[in-house]
């Protein structure tokens, strides 16, 4: 199953309608042309009170493939990096809300590259080592008026270094922190629920964000 995340809202693409049906789901839809998926998803957007909703298919590939048609799409990395002692990760705020380093994959370059890449840019410091990949996520926003579809993938890093990060301004980031392993459900709670549920997919949290 995809979650694919509208701000704080989600529509789930599935082969099995029964394990993704919950009481918030508002919608649902049988794929069929892309006419009628591209109303769906119009409609969801405009009504805001639809917290979730469901596509279903029984070609779940061919299903993500025919949703991702629909909109612009971005491929971005990211990492969760821990200190050597793995006993605190690196977090921070951007825009007023909890975060984790991410970015654009530029030409050229592979989702690892892309990753440690960004960690260094955005947190002022050198040689994350990448030791397992997590996993993907994937949200919905707007540029002038177009949806785009960002695809982000996640890889856990361990920093061995120690020199103190540095938010990267200029890309509206306040404040970073390492941020003790304890304290990793309060850092999900002020974050995004796309990364909520990679954090969850990662095993760091347990559905329910309880640890």
């Known amino acids: ?92 705020y951007r825009l007023g809300r909890a975060d984790l380093p991410k970015g654009k994959v530029e030409k050229e370059e592979t989702f690892e590259m892309a990753a440690v890449r960004e960690v260094e840019e955005e947190c002022g410091i050198t040689g994350p080592e990448i030791t397992t990949k997590i996993g993907s996520s994937f949200h919905i926003y707007q540029i002038n008026q177009q949806s785009i579809l960002k695809e982000t993938k996640w890889f856990e890093m361990v920093y061995h270094g120690t020199a103190t990060p540095v938010p990267q301004e200029e890309e509206n980031i306040s404040e ?8 990793l459900r309060e850092f999900a709670e002020k974050t995004y629920p796309s990364i909520k549920e990679m954090l969850i997919k990662g095993g760091y949290l347990k559905t329910g964000l309880n640890q």
């Open 176 to 183: 970073i922190n390492w941020t003790a392993k304890e304290d």
């Open 1 to 92: 199953m995809y979650k694919i995340f509208f701000k704080d809202r989600v529509v789930l693409l599935t082969d099995n309608i029964d394990l993704a049906l919950t009481d918030e789901v508002l919608g649902i839809h049988k794929l069929g042309s892309d006419g009628e998926l591209k109303k769906f998803l119009a409609d969801f957007e405009n009504t805001p009170d639809r917290k979730e909703a469901i596509i279903y298919h029984h070609n779940q590939h061919e299903l993500f493939q025919r949703f991702r048609s629909c909109y612009k799409n971005l491929l971005a990395a990211g990492g969760v990096i821990w200190n050597a002692e793995r006993t605190h990760f690196l977090s921070m």
